[in-house]
């Protein structure tokens, strides 16, 4: 109880805080600078990069389309009639009304809020035209939303009607055809040459035909309403949509025709669906997980395809485009997070020398109050107080300057700055106050002075086993699990605990290898003293004694070393990054230029691959044809990879002259087959299924399937993962000539030869390819990221440079003042002081930047950039060595600057005041 009423509050003393603040305003506003812009980068980056995130959620939704869309079907109630028939059920179009409220109401409030008003689609079969000679195909289909159909205009007679009247009408199986009446764009009416009242030659797949009459022509009143895209066929004619060579075309139905298109065709023949979009403004990054889970669900409670009921069946890629996206920006949030860790490791070091800095200018006040009685307690409280003032305020400066450039603030990252700002400073206050009234003596005994030195050395091992451990696992736990987080139901988008450990191994890897030069710094001091000591130079003398004397600093060679090896990593990133995208066009286009020629046309592709060889500026046009989802098998597997037909030869040329990696296995597919009738084949799978010696068969129709034999490893064409490549004469010698649809064109021409191609076909350029990419969100937020954090860093090293000069300059212009009576010249002076500044300065601007690209090879493997550049495998680590050196020049020309400025403003000091300064 006694012991508890002696304690007491600081007593503060308010005049000497004020005093000691006016007269360090200097040093106390270039911390408060440091943490306000360090506040800024650390809470604006992950804002924006969180509404980066946003936007590509929605990115991948706009371009994933209608595969995007979560839709719904399910079979229809017979309609047998009692004596044997079918019957008509004229109040069809409101079962389908009450079919889309069902799946509307089953989606649930969540999924209903990020997805567009549904679309109902009633589809009927696929039906032949039977006049002409080019194979086309007709489908009549209904349309409805919450408002009804889209909006047309009919130009010409009339919107579909009933063809029966009356309430109950029924219809034997097997009785003529029943007659049911559709609508016809102006483009469908115009390629059929048909009128209101005409009737559509129209057969089944039985052969049957079919009685289906135009009412009317219609032109729609806005082409971009979303239902249209569910059956552009009644917009205009869309080839290739049933086939190779075909041509589909559409007939409108209405409330009042789909009732007779429902007996004009079988039981299960009209299919229909509900359409949900998703509305991409209303999908984020915190969403999406939820919505994916909610979709997997969905489909997981769906009704059997094989059911023949009217329980809804759900299908969706939606789930899967937005797991794609969600490990996308997962990857881009922790490659982020690694780069902020590491600014703000050197921010923390930066501070700390400020504090260093501050504490060696207030030593003599601080000396003088402790020993006027002032209590330790009563110092820190004062010096604690003005720190957290100048670092709150500064950090708050710099999160509001966060708030209005970004959608919101991370307050997090600027915890360690505020927390290195305002513990820093009076730590080591209080430590030079408590040493000035130290009346602890050099002990006389050696054993005891050797103790003494023991324990500091197993001190600085210690903190060196802290630092050296963690780094040791955080390398361990990147390259054993990687940075992704682990996939849960309940992921929230935000970075998990476990991550916390690989996220700071680049922080702690730069700090292992600032310690261990720090260890080597004065080893090669002493040994350049000794050197020294043996030639006739006094000012190489004088140099390396100062260079010796102040090599063990730790701090300024831990900024120094740090910072430029962060800054390094950060440059290496971004090249690697850009390096990486331009890959990744290559691989996705596959050339300059990429023709993917249309159906009607794949007969002329021949004759247009030579034109376009003829084009000035063309050096190389490759032709093949590439068929997606082809239908192979192996002994028991189907599969479905992407099929590639070409010629081996100019294939490889291709590849040699590109950045594409080269495949000398393709030299093997002209060589005869293992086995008699065997095909060579190069294949390539994403979860290894396919090896070299697999055995496939390539089906045909109404003929023998083609046997293939892998004779080694395939290279990804356009990022498939799963490919197949045979060689085209091969597979015509086997029986099936290929049909090029696909033309590949490299050249600076190569543009300008596909662009004037004059057929129908798909422009693919790579330098389109490129921009889209470098322009979206995640990418361009990534690389403004590591651009900054280049920046940024540099100028934390060349401010720990200053400020590291800056603590030692008045003891070394002090002893070099005292050398000039001994005859050292003005100019030899500088010649000493630039002799002690630049071995930490040289060993930081050579080993920093080594230092960056060694932890750039230990760590951009882990960080998963081909998820960001869009590569089959990681990019391959860029060293960006002229930027490098930049980073080693401005360091270096910082240092040179160092000595004439400090030698301008020592010029007046007197050697009479210096000699009477005494320690």
């Known amino acids: 109880?006694?012991?508890?009423?002696?304690?007491?509050?600081?007593?503060?003393?308010?005049?000497?805080?004020?005093?000691?603040?006016?007269?360090?305003?200097?040093?106390?506003?270039?911390?408060?600078?440091?943490?306000?812009?360090?506040?800024?980068?650390?809470?604006?980056?992950?804002?924006?990069?969180?509404?980066?995130?946003?936007?590509?959620?929605?990115?991948?939704?706009?371009?994933?389309?209608?595969?995007?869309?979560?839709?719904?079907?399910?079979?229809?109630?017979?309609?047998?009639?009692?004596?044997?028939?079918?019957?008509?059920?004229?109040?069809?179009?409101?079962?389908?009304?009450?079919f889309r409220a069902r799946a509307t109401y089953a989606l649930g409030p969540d999924l209903d809020a990020a997805l567009l008003p549904p679309v109902a689609v009633v589809n009927g079969p696929i039906l032949s035209i039977t006049d002409?000679?080019?194979?086309?195909?007709?489908?009549?289909?209904?349309?409805?939303?919450?408002?009804?159909?889209?909006?047309?205009?009919?130009?010409?007679?009339?919107?579909?009607?009933?063809?029966?009247?009356?309430?109950?009408?029924?219809?034997?199986?097997?009785?003529?055809?029943?007659?049911?009446?559709?609508?016809?764009?102006?483009?469908?009416?115009?390629?059929?040459?048909?009128?209101?009242?005409?009737?559509?030659?129209?057969?089944?797949?039985?052969?049957?035909?079919?009685?289906?009459?135009?009412?009317?022509?219609?032109?729609?009143?806005?082409?971009?309403?979303?239902?249209?895209?569910?059956?552009?066929?009644?917009?205009?004619?869309?080839?290739?949509?049933?086939?190779?060579?075909?041509?589909?075309?559409?007939?409108?139905?209405?409330?009042?025709?789909?009732?007779?298109?429902?007996?004009?065709?079988?039981?299960?023949?009209?299919?229909?669906?509900?359409?949900?979009?998703?509305?991409?403004?209303?999908?984020?990054?915190?969403?999406?997980?939820a919505l994916a889970s909610?979709?997997?669900?969905?489909?997981?409670?769906?009704?059997?395809?094989?059911?023949?009921?009217?329980?809804?069946?759900?299908?969706?890629?939606?789930?899967?485009?937005?797991?794609?996206?969600?490990?996308?920006?997962?990857?881009?949030?922790?490659?982020?997070?690694?780069?902020?860790?590491?600014?703000?490791?050197?921010?923390?070091?930066?501070?700390?020398?400020?504090?260093?800095?501050?504490?060696?200018?207030?030593?003599?006040?601080?000396?003088?109050?402790?020993?006027?009685?002032?209590?330790?307690?009563?110092?820190?409280?004062?010096?604690?107080?003005?720190?957290?003032?100048?670092?709150?305020?500064?950090?708050?400066?710099?999160?509001?300057?966060?708030?209005?450039?970004?959608?919101?603030?991370?307050?997090?990252?600027?915890?360690?700055?505020?927390?290195?700002?305002?513990?820093?400073?009076?730590?080591?206050?209080?430590?030079?106050?408590?040493?000035?009234?130290?009346?602890?003596?050099?002990?006389?005994n050696p054993a005891a002075r050797r103790w003494i030195r023991a324990t500091g050395r197993l001190r600085r091992a210690a903190v060196e086993a802290a630092v050296l451990i963690p780094a040791v696992a955080a390398f361990g736990a990147l390259h054993q699990r990687g940075l992704l987080p682990v996939a849960s139901d309940g992921d929230t988008g935000e970075l998990s605990g476990d991550l916390v450990l690989p996220i700071s191994a680049l922080a702690l890897g730069a700090l292992v290898g600032a310690l261990v030069l720090l260890r080597l710094l004065p080893l090669g001091a002493r040994f350049a003293l000794r050197q020294a000591l043996r030639s006739r130079r006094p000012l190489a003398v004088f140099g390396a004694a100062r260079a010796a004397t102040t090599a063990g600093r730790a701090l300024p060679l831990l900024v120094l070393v740090s910072t430029m090896a962060l800054a390094s990593f950060a440059l290496i990133l971004g090249a690697t990054v850009t390096r990486g995208l331009a890959d990744g066009a290559w691989s996705t286009?596959?050339?300059?230029?990429?023709?993917?020629?249309?159906?009607?046309?794949?007969?002329?592709?021949?004759?247009?691959?030579?034109?376009?060889?003829?084009?000035?500026?063309?050096?190389?046009?490759?032709?093949?044809?590439?068929?997606?989802?082809?239908?192979?098998?192996?002994?028991?597997?189907?599969l479905t990879p992407r099929l590639v037909v070409v010629d081996a030869d100019a294939f490889q040329r291709l590849l040699a002259t590109t950045p594409l990696p080269n495949a000398p296995a393709l030299a093997r597919l002209t060589a005869p087959g293992p086995g008699p009738g065997d095909v060579p084949a190069l294949v390539r799978s994403s979860d290894g299924v396919l090896g070299t010696g697999t055995r496939l068969q390539l089906t045909r129709d109404d003929a023998p399937a083609i046997r293939l034999t892998a004779v080694g490893t395939a290279p990804s064409v356009g990022g498939a993962d799963d490919v197949v490549i045979v060689d085209a004469a091969a597979l015509a010698d086997a029986g099936l000539p290929a049909v090029p649809n696909t033309v590949w064109v490299t050249g600076p021409g190569a543009a300008r030869a596909v662009s004037n191609s004059g057929v129908a076909a798909d422009v693919v350029l790579r330098a389109d390819v490129l921009r889209a990419q470098r322009a979206t969100p995640l990418t361009t937020g990534l690389l403004r990221l590591a651009w900054t954090a280049a920046a940024v860093l540099l100028a934390l090293g060349l401010l720990g440079l200053t400020l590291a000069a800056a603590a030692g300059a008045s003891e070394r212009w002090q002893t070099?003042?005292?050398?000039?009576?001994?005859?050292?010249?003005?100019?030899?002076?500088?010649?000493?002081?630039?002799?002690?500044?630049?071995?930490?300065?040289?060993?930081?601007?050579?080993?920093?930047?080594?230092?960056?690209?060694?932890?750039?090879?230990l760590m951009l493997g882990p960080l998963d950039l081909r998820l960001l550049t869009g590569q089959a495998a990681d990019p391959g680590v860029v060293l960006p060595w002229w930027l490098l050196g930049l980073v080693s020049v401005a360091l270096l020309a910082a240092a040179a600057t160092v000595v004439p400025v400090e030698s301008a403003l020592r010029r007046r000091d007197r050697l009479s005041e210096v000699l009477r300064a005494g320690e």
């Open 294 to 444: 909610r979709v997997v669900k969905l489909k997981a409670t769906s009704g059997s395809s094989a059911d023949r009921d009217e329980s809804l069946k759900w299908e969706s890629q939606l789930d899967t485009a937005l797991r794609d996206a969600r490990t996308r920006i997962s990857a881009v949030l922790t490659q982020a997070a690694v780069l902020l860790t590491g600014v703000l490791t050197a921010t923390v070091l930066v501070l700390l020398l400020a504090a260093e800095l501050l504490v060696r200018r207030r030593t003599p006040a601080l000396s003088a109050a402790r020993q006027r009685g002032a209590a330790l307690p009563d110092l820190g409280a004062e010096l604690l107080i003005e720190s957290a003032v100048v670092s709150l305020s500064a950090a708050a400066v710099g999160l509001a300057l966060a708030r209005a450039a970004a959608p919101g603030i991370s307050w997090i990252g600027a915890v360690p700055v505020v927390l290195a700002g305002a513990v820093a400073g009076p730590a080591f206050g209080t430590l030079a106050a408590a040493r000035a009234s130290r009346d602890r003596r050099q002990p006389a």
């Open 1 to 98: 109880m006694k012991r508890w009423l002696t304690r007491r509050w600081p007593a503060l003393h308010w005049p000497s805080i004020r005093g000691r603040g006016r007269t360090d305003a200097g040093p106390l506003l270039l911390t408060a600078a440091v943490i306000a812009a360090v506040a800024l980068l650390a809470g604006a980056a992950p804002a924006l990069l969180r509404a980066a995130a946003d936007d590509a959620v929605q990115d991948t939704v706009r371009r994933a389309g209608q595969d995007s869309n979560v839709s719904a079907h399910a079979d229809w109630e017979r309609d047998d009639g009692p004596t044997g028939g079918r019957v008509r059920a004229p109040r069809l179009a409101g079962n389908v009304d009450d």
């Open 589 to 638: 286009v596959g050339a300059d230029a990429r023709l993917d020629v249309g159906a009607d046309a794949e007969a002329a592709t021949p004759a247009l691959a030579d034109r376009i060889a003829a084009a000035p500026g063309v050096r190389q046009v490759v032709v093949a044809q590439v068929t997606d989802s082809a239908r192979v098998f192996t002994e028991s597997t189907p």
């Open 816 to 857: 070099l003042t005292r050398l000039r009576t001994l005859g050292l010249r003005p100019r030899d002076a500088r010649w000493v002081a630039a002799g002690e500044l630049l071995p930490p300065v040289v060993v930081a601007a050579v080993c920093g930047p080594l230092l960056g690209v060694l932890l750039a090879r």
């Open 132 to 289: 002409g000679t080019a194979p086309r195909t007709f489908q009549f289909t209904y349309l409805a939303g919450d408002l009804g159909g889209p909006a047309v205009t009919w130009i010409a007679g009339n919107a579909p009607g009933p063809t029966v009247t009356g309430e109950y009408v029924e219809t034997p199986y097997g009785g003529p055809p029943w007659p049911v009446q559709v609508g016809l764009s102006e483009a469908d009416a115009t390629a059929l040459q048909l009128a209101p009242g005409d009737r559509i030659p129209l057969s089944d797949g039985r052969g049957r035909d079919m009685d289906v009459r135009v009412s009317g022509i219609y032109r729609p009143a806005d082409t971009a309403d979303p239902a249209w895209r569910l059956a552009l066929s009644l917009l205009r004619p869309v080839p290739g949509a049933d086939g190779v060579g075909t041509t589909r075309f559409g007939g409108l139905l209405s409330r009042e025709s789909l009732p007779d298109a429902r007996l004009a065709v079988d039981q299960d023949q009209l299919r229909r669906t509900v359409h949900f979009a998703p509305e991409p403004d209303a999908l984020t990054w915190d969403t999406a997980g």
